[in-house]
């Protein structure tokens, strides 16, 4: 019997050992796919940048651009031209681009590309989203030191063009390319937002267009604009179509009627303030206009644009960048020709304004974002092509395209850009008079225009802005009743959605959390985790046979 039992706990003590051989090397192989599996979730983290005391020319360098452009072949065929030129410079320097028509779709493909190392060179970026790219770090590269390298550096003696000095860069572009302390962007492009106005109806309603329009005058004009006659049609265009307020982005609309107002949106730090008494006010007020028909949004009817050139819309918000398809004589415009309503005159003001006194605007436009390598020689590269899309001719030529304005004093204090501006109504194309009205309202302005606070999560409140107020339009079209119950629901379900009750502030710095495991990942680990279960549970019952049989 002893010796029976003394058989029996040596073959579980085999058993076990060898079972236990097999789990080390099972637990050190899901080991390395968990690590695996979380390196490709994460980012690995790049070792600082250290700017190269010269540029390697004998060196073949691939640099990937991710560019923006709205459509517009002159943009395209600028982005073009800058490469070739660059590349002309540069020899050993390929440049690729990947064109887009959304920044979003930049946005989204960068994360995803930061996931599995294989993010851009460059990319047409918005500060709010290099808060979420700054992932890990060194994933993007820091500018501070390079910036004012006297080689290689903004105006650099090295340089093989005429970019511009940090003197002949405007110093509030500049600036919007900081998160916290440190430089993370180069400007490229600025806009703001205008109102495009349809002067002949206001006129034919039998108001006068001010300087600055408030709010209170828009609002009054659009209930007017909706008076229909006899037989069902609007009295003013005699169409049975009539949005007299169209709002392309309603993100900055929220954000700027919170601005004017002094209210609060969101702080350096990351907090949100989003959700307060002023912005109830604000959607009562939409709800009203929008129970009426009298307002509308471009998620909800389309851009504003087409509306404005058909004269079924009186006043359109869209961005300087837009003022290409403003207006009868627009050279861009995405409606039949024979839609367009001819002598419809169109001017230009800042948006509706609470005190007029005191005007106050959106500062906006694309950036540029520069990744960081291993290899120092291709950052250099990537950053001398970041440099040289500052130069005059690429700034002079882009601005012309739309309502943009050059980031540098350098270009815009040109002749050549001075003799744009003053030749407005030359034609219909590159002196489009509205597109060069729309370019003057932001000169005119620039110390009136702000920046939001950049943080990690600020991208998610600039979306929560514009659907708080997409959400109120949609349930008053529905016939929901809006009131203090609705707003307090709508808080919370937009700060679910947008996870804002999840953002932990801490400025501009902090790294960002992507979230949890893919699908992929999870299933895949859950499965190794199985199979670590049935092999347990296989090798038990495999000693319990070999028990059986030995008795």
């Known amino acids: 019997m002893m010796k029976s039992v003394n058989g029996f706990t040596k073959k579980i003590r085999s058993t076990l050992s060898h079972l236990g051989r097999r789990a080390v090397v099972l637990f050190v192989l899901i080991s390395m796919c968990m690590t695996v599996l979380t390196g490709c979730h994460g980012s690995k983290n790049m070792a600082e940048f250290a700017v190269p005391d010269s540029f390697d020319t004998g060196k073949q360098i691939e640099v990937v651009f991710w560019a923006k452009n709205d459509t517009n072949a002159r943009q395209t065929a600028i982005y073009e031209k800058a490469v070739t030129d660059f590349e002309a410079l540069y020899p050993n320097v390929t440049v690729t681009i990947r064109l887009y028509n959304d920044y979003s779709k930049i946005y989204n493909d960068v994360i995803t590309n930061i996931a599995t190392g294989t993010t851009p060179n460059i990319c047409i970026t918005y500060p709010d989203h290099i808060a979420t790219y700054l992932t890990s770090e060194n994933q993007v590269l820091c500018l501070d030191d390079i910036m004012y390298d006297e080689k290689y550096g903004l105006g650099g003696s090295e340089l093989l063009y005429n970019g511009p000095t940090k003197d002949e860069m405007i110093d509030k572009?500049?600036?919007?390319?900081?998160?916290?302390?440190?430089?993370?962007?180069?400007?490229?492009?600025?806009?703001?937002?205008?109102?495009?106005?349809?002067?002949?109806?206001?006129?034919?309603?039998?108001?006068e267009v001010p300087d600055v329009v408030?709010?209170?005058?828009?609002?009054?004009?659009?209930?007017?604009?909706?008076?229909?006659?006899?037989?069902?049609?609007?009295?003013?265009?005699?169409?049975?179509?009539?949005?007299?307020?169209?709002?392309?982005?309603?993100?900055?609309?929220?954000?700027?009627?919170?601005?004017?107002?002094?209210?609060?949106?969101?702080?350096?730090?990351?907090?949100?303030?989003?959700?307060?008494?002023?912005?109830?006010?604000?959607?009562?007020?939409?709800?009203?206009?929008?129970?009426?028909?009298?307002?509308?949004?471009?998620?909800?009817?389309?851009?504003?644009?087409?509306?404005?050139?058909?004269?079924?819309?009186?006043f359109a918000v869209d961005s300087t960048a837009g003022s290409t398809w403003m207006g009868p004589d627009a050279p861009l415009s995405d409606i039949c020709s024979d839609d367009i309503i001819s002598g419809i005159e169109v001017v230009v003001r800042p948006i509706p304004q609470y005190d007029t006194e005191n005007p106050v605007m959106i500062s906006q436009g694309p950036s540029i974002c520069i990744f960081n390598k291993d290899d120092p020689q291709v950052v250099l590269a990537s950053w001398m092509f970041a440099q040289f899309l500052l130069t005059n001719e690429v700034q002079i030529a882009y601005a012309q395209t739309e309502g943009y304005i050059p980031v540098t004093s350098k270009a815009q204090n040109t002749q050549e850009y001075i003799d744009y501006l003053n030749n407005s109504g030359a034609d219909n194309d590159l002196y489009y008079d509205i597109k060069i009205a729309s370019t003057k309202l932001l000169l005119d302005n620039i110390d009136n225009t702000f920046v939001t606070p950049v943080f990690n999560g600020s991208a998610s409140v600039r979306d929560a802005a514009g659907q708080l107020i997409e959400k109120t339009v949609t349930s008053t079209r529905r016939k929901e009743t809006i009131d203090d119950a609705y707003f307090d629901e709508l808080f919370a379900n937009i700060q679910s959605l947008y996870r804002l009750d999840q953002i932990e502030g801490g400025g501009r710095d902090g790294a960002v959390d992507l979230g949890p495991l893919p699908v992929g990942a999870r299933v895949l680990l859950i499965s190794l985790g199985i199979v670590w279960l049935f092999i347990i549970i296989y090798q038990a019952k495999l000693l319990l046979f070999d028990n059986k049989r030995k008795r």
């Open 173 to 207: 572009y500049l600036n919007e390319g900081k998160i916290g302390e440190h430089y993370y962007a180069l400007p490229y492009m600025r806009s703001t937002e205008a109102l495009y106005i349809n002067k002949t109806y206001v006129e034919k309603l039998g108001y």
């Open 214 to 314: 408030t709010w209170d005058y828009i609002w009054e004009v659009s209930e007017a604009a909706m008076a229909k006659g006899a037989d069902g049609n609007f009295t003013i265009n005699g169409q049975n179509v009539m949005i007299p307020f169209i709002y392309k982005s309603t993100d900055n609309m929220m954000i700027q009627m919170l601005r004017q107002q002094n209210a609060g949106y969101s702080t350096a730090a990351g907090e949100v303030n989003l959700f307060n008494d002023t912005t109830k006010e604000v959607l009562s007020t939409i709800s009203a206009h929008s129970a009426t028909r009298a307002f509308s949004t471009f998620k909800i009817s389309s851009y504003p644009a087409n509306f404005l050139n058909a004269g079924q819309c009186i």
